[in-house]
């Protein structure tokens, strides 16, 4: 695919198999064009890797977490559970939700936590609502230590971030689906990959060993759950597209 922007005549063009398509470059459909290549692009520069939230770095893109952040602040949770911690920079954010909520409560488990990201997080003034497991998110001993500090009643939300094989993301659904309450979501993240083969730093194979491919597998077999990007609670624009390291990623149970 070839796009070519003309900034004078306010147009682009995108040409994709011999058939060239002008678009008005002022328009929902140019943003959504260029957007594709930008997120790619910024995916390779590490852009997610430049934030920190509260002292913390936090390796996700901006427009993820604000689209979380509305989805937290409308379901209101009482447990978040994140698998994937790397520096923590996550949980502290989702700790800082439960805070300004007054509900709520993170637990967070990753395979190694080193001993520097446990200091900072243990150290943080929001540790107080997190909780650290360390260990495979997909071993039976740390699925069973996780369920075991869930109550029944509670509204829970979970955040897969930690390895994106599809087998993995897969064995992970399995796992914890049966945590997730009635509107709340258990989320595949980072189904960007399945864009990202042909980038530098991309791996072909993630056409097929992605999130999003363990998502739709999922669903097949759980009709209780539905793939569906949540509404956006505030849209003065035309858009209706997530600019988002997460495509495909947010699994509703009904």
Same mark, same amino acid.
């Given at each position: 695919?070839? &796009?070519?922007?003309?900034?004078? !005549?306010?147009? $682009?063009?995108?040409?994709?198999?011999? +058939?060239?398509?002008?678009?008005?470059?002022?328009?929902?459909?140019? #943003?959504?064009?260029?957007?594709?290549? %930008?997120? !790619?692009?910024? %995916?390779?520069? +590490?852009?997610?890797?430049?934030?920190?939230?509260?002292?913390?770095? &936090?390796?996700?893109?901006?427009?993820?977490?604000?689209?979380?952040?509305?989805?937290?602040?409308? @379901?209101?949770?009482?447990?978040?559970?994140?698998?994937?911690?790397?520096?923590?920079?996550?949980? &502290?954010?989702?700790?800082?939700?439960?805070?300004?909520?007054?509900?709520?409560?993170?637990? /967070?488990? *990753?395979?190694?936590?080193?001993?520097?990201?446990?200091?900072?997080?243990?150290?943080?003034?929001?540790?107080?609502?997190?909780?650290?497991?360390? /260990?495979?998110?997909?071993?039976?001993? $740390?699925?069973?230590s996780i369920k075991?500090?869930?109550?029944?009643?509670?509204?829970?939300?979970?955040?897969?971030?930690?390895?994106?094989?599809?087998?993995?993301?897969?064995?992970?659904?399995?796992?914890?689906? *049966?945590?997730?309450?009635p509107g709340s979501?258990?989320?595949?993240?980072?189904?960007?990959? +399945?864009?990202?083969?042909?980038?530098?730093?991309? *791996?072909?194979? =993630?056409? %097929?060993?992605?999130? @999003?491919?363990?998502?739709?597998? #999922?669903? +097949?077999?759980?009709? *209780?759950?539905?793939?569906?990007?949540?509404?956006?609670? #505030?849209?003065?624009?035309?858009? !209706?597209?997530?600019?988002?390291? =997460?495509?495909?990623? %947010?699994?509703?149970?009904?």
């Amino acid at each position: 695919m070839k &796009i070519t922007i003309d900034t004078d !005549k306010k147009i $682009i063009h995108i040409e994709d198999n011999d +058939k060239t398509t002008p678009l008005d470059l002022y328009s929902r459909e140019a #943003f959504e064009a260029i957007s594709e290549q %930008w997120i !790619k692009i910024g %995916w390779n520069e +590490k852009y997610a890797y430049t934030f920190t939230w509260l002292g913390i770095p &936090i390796i996700q893109l901006p427009e993820d977490m604000l689209r979380v952040q509305e989805v937290i602040y409308r @379901i209101r949770p009482d447990v978040i559970i994140e698998t994937g911690i790397a520096h923590g920079g996550s949980l &502290i954010y989702y700790a800082s939700l439960c805070k300004a909520m007054d509900n709520g409560r993170v637990i /967070g488990v *990753d395979i190694d936590i080193r001993q520097h990201n446990r200091r900072l997080i243990e150290d943080h003034k929001l540790s107080p609502f997190i909780t650290l497991i360390e /260990g495979d998110s997909i071993d039976p001993l $740390i699925i069973s230590s996780i369920k075991s500090r869930v109550n029944p009643e509670e509204t829970t939300l979970v955040i897969l971030d930690s390895c994106h094989s599809k087998n993995h993301v897969f064995e992970e659904l399995r796992a914890y689906h *049966d945590l997730v309450t009635p509107g709340s979501y258990i989320i595949a993240t980072d189904g960007i990959m +399945k864009e990202l083969d042909d980038t530098p730093r991309g *791996d072909m194979e =993630w056409t %097929w060993n992605n999130p @999003i491919e363990a998502a739709i597998q #999922f669903v +097949k077999l759980h009709p *209780d759950f539905v793939i569906e990007q949540p509404p956006w609670i #505030f849209n003065k624009s035309e858009l !209706k597209k997530n600019i988002t390291y =997460w495509p495909g990623a %947010w699994l509703r149970k009904k």
